[in-house]
C-alpha cells in the first residue's frame, strides 16, 4: 500500500512529459510562491513523489491543503509521505485528521494500520484493518496488509489466512503469493510454500528473493539439484547476492560437487570478506576433497574471526589427525571439548586420534568416557573393544563386543568377538561366535582365512565351521 496515485493524464506521452516539465520548473522557479490550482499541485507532488523527494512533494501538500483544508485525500497524502520520511507519528497525526474529515476512508484506515505496524502497534494496525474492512469487505490491500501485521506477530495461521482472502479477491496480486510461501515455509509446510512461490514467480518472474527462498524450501525437501537451479536464477537477477552463492554453496555439497561448493563459497567471501560460517563451510569442502593444508587454513579463518567456534575447532582437529599431526589434533579437539562438553562426537574423535597416535591408555579412557555418556553408541563399544583386545585386555574387550552385540548383532561384531574369545582360551564360544558370524555373512569365511591362517588350515576346525562345503 502506502500508493500515492493522483491518477491524471498520462505523462509518459511525449506532450504530457514536456507539459509536466515546464510544471515543474515554473513552479521551482517561483519557488513555490506563485498561484497553482489544486490539480497542478497535485501532478507536481506526484512528481516529487515519485522521484523519492518526500521533502519537496510534503511542501507541496502543504499548499495543496492550504487550498483545501477539508481534502481528507490531502491529508491521507501527507501521512504517507511523512511514514516514507520516517516520521510516523507525524504520520499519525495526518491520518487522524483525514478520518476525522471522512471517517469511512478505507484507504486511509489501511494506509494508518501501515504506519501503526511500523511503530510496533500491530494490534492497533489489525484494528484499523479491520476498520477498512467493514467500510470495503473486498478490499484485498487490507486483507494483505492484515496478513503482514499478523505475520510480524507470529500469527502464521491467522496470516495464511488474511492472505488468503486476499488472493481470492485478486489472484493476480504478486506479493501475496509470495508473503504465503513465507508463512508456509516458516511452518516447515514445504510442499505449500513451494506452490506459492512458484504463483508468485508467475506474477514476479524477477522476484530474486522469491527464487532465493524457493531455493532453501528445495533444500531442506532434499531436492538439492532443483535448489541449485533456484538460487542460479537468482544470481542471474542479482548477480551480488551473497546468500544466495552461500546457500547454494551448501546445495552443492549436499549434492557431493565440492568443486562447486568451494567455488561458491570463495564468491561469497569475495563479495562481503568473509565470516565464520562461510570460512568453516568452505574448510569443510576442502576437508572432504581431501584437500587438508587448504581446510586448515579456512579452519583457522573461521576461529581468527570468532574463537569460541567449537565445530571449527573439531574440524582442524580432524585434518590435523588425518596428516597424522597428533599433538595438533589433539589439542584442538580438546579446545573443542572445553567449548562444548555434551557434544560426544568430539570426546570420540579424541578418542581416534590418541589410538591413531599409538596411545592406546589414553584412548581406552576416552573411548570409556564416549559409551559412558552414550551408552547406545554401538560403533564406540566396538571401538572400545577393539582398543582393549590389542591392550591385551580381553575380557574387558569381551565385555564391550557383547555390549555391541546387544544393540546390533552382526557380523563383523561377532567375527570380532571371536578373536578374544580365542584369546581366553574359551574355543568352544569362539567357534560359535565365528559360525553366527557366517551365518549372517559368508564372505566372513574368505576373512577367516586370512586372519586364522594356522586355524582354517586345520582340517578338524574346517569341518566344524562348515568351511569346506
Not at 509470495?178 to 508463512?183: A, D, R, S, V
Not at 562444548?340 to 568416557?369: M, V
Not at 571371536?418 to 569362539?430: D, I, M, Q, T, Y
Request: some cysteine; proline content about 3%; charged content about 25%.
Amino acid at each position: 500500500m502506502s500508493t500515492f496515485d493522483f491518477e491524471f493524464g498520462d505523462s509518459d506521452e511525449p506532450s504530457g512529459r514536456h507539459r509536466l516539465d515546464d510544471l515543474i520548473a515554473s513552479y521551482e522557479a517561483q519557488e513555490g510562491h506563485g498561484y497553482f490550482d489544486s490539480d497542478t499541485l497535485e501532478e507536481i507532488a506526484t512528481f516529487y513523489f515519485e522521484a523519492g523527494r518526500f521533502r519537496d512533494a510534503l511542501g507541496v501538500i502543504d499548499q495543496l491543503i492550504s487550498l483545501q483544508p477539508l481534502s481528507s485525500d490531502a491529508w491521507t497524502r501527507r501521512g504517507i509521505l511523512l511514514n516514507n520520511m520516517g516520521q510516523h507519528e507525524q504520520a499519525l497525526e495526518a491520518y487522524t485528521k483525514a478520518l476525522s474529515i471522512n471517517p469511512a476512508d478505507s484507504e486511509t484506515l489501511i494506509n494508518q494500520g501501515i504506519t501503526l505496524d511500523i511503530l510496533g502497534r500491530g494490534d492497533d494496525a489489525l484494528t484499523a484493518y479491520e476498520s477498512a474492512l467493514e467500510f470495503d469487505p473486498l478490499n484485498d490491500e487490507a486483507f494483505f496488509n492484515q496478513g503482514i501485521t499478523l505475520e510480524r506477530l507470529n500469527y502464521l495461521e491467522e496470516a495464511i489466512a488474511a492472505f488468503e482472502r486476499c488472493a481470492a479477491i485478486n489472484e493476480e496480486h504478486g506479493e501475496v503469493w509470495y508473503e504465503l510461501g513465507f508463512c508456509y515455509d516458516r511452518l516447515g509446510r514445504n510442499e505449500e510454500s513451494l506452490a506459492c512461490y512458484d504463483r508468485h514467480l508467475d506474477e514476479v518472474p524477477f522476484s530474486h528473493d522469491a527464487w532465493y527462498n524457493r531455493g532453501i524450501v528445495l533444500n531442506r525437501m532434499e531436492a538439492y539439484r532443483e535448489a541449485v537451479d533456484s538460487y542460479d536464477m537468482a544470481l542471474a537477477i542479482r548477480d551480488d547476492f551473497a546468500s544466495a552463492y552461500y546457500n547454494r554453496g551448501n546445495a552443492m555439497a549436499n549434492l557431493g560437487n565440492l568443486p562447486g561448493a568451494i567455488e561458491s563459497y570463495l564468491t561469497v567471501i569475495e563479495l562481503e570478506g568473509g565470516d565464520p560460517a562461510t570460512f568453516y563451510n568452505l574448510a569443510l569442502a576442502y576437508e572432504e576433497s581431501k584437500d587438508y593444508a587448504q581446510a586448515i587454513g579456512y579452519f583457522q579463518q573461521a576461529l581468527g574471526l570468532e574463537e569460541s567456534y567449537a565445530e571449527a575447532w573439531y574440524g582442524l582437529g580432524c585434518c590435523h589427525d588425518a596428516l597424522g599431526q597428533f599433538d595438533d589434533a589433539l589439542e584442538s579437539f580438546d579446545r573443542a571439548i572445553a567449548l562444548s562438553p555434551e557434544t560426544i562426537e568430539f570426546l570420540y574423535a579424541k578418542a581416534d586420534s590418541q589410538y591413531n597416535a599409538g596411545r592406546l591408555l589414553d584412548s581406552l579412557r576416552s573411548y570409556q568416557q564416549v559409551v559412558q555418556a552414550d551408552p547406545s553408541n554401538r560403533e564406540a563399544w566396538l571401538d572400545y573393544a577393539e582398543t582393549l583386545y590389542e591392550a591385551n585386555m580381553h575380557e574387558n574387550a569381551l565385555d564391550a563386543y557383547h555390549r555391541a552385540l546387544m544393540l546390533k548383532p552382526d557380523a563383523g561384531a561377532y567375527f570380532k568377538q571371536a578373536k578374544a574369545l580365542f584369546a581366553l582360551g574359551r574355543s568352544e564360544e569362539s567357534f560359535k561366535a565365528l559360525q553366527m558370524a557366517f551365518d549372517l555373512d559368508p564372505h566372513k569365511k574368505e576373512e577367516f582365512r586370512h586372519t586364522y591362517p594356522d586355524l582354517y588350515h586345520d582340517a578338524s576346525i574346517r569341518r566344524r565351521l562348515g568351511l569346506d562345503r
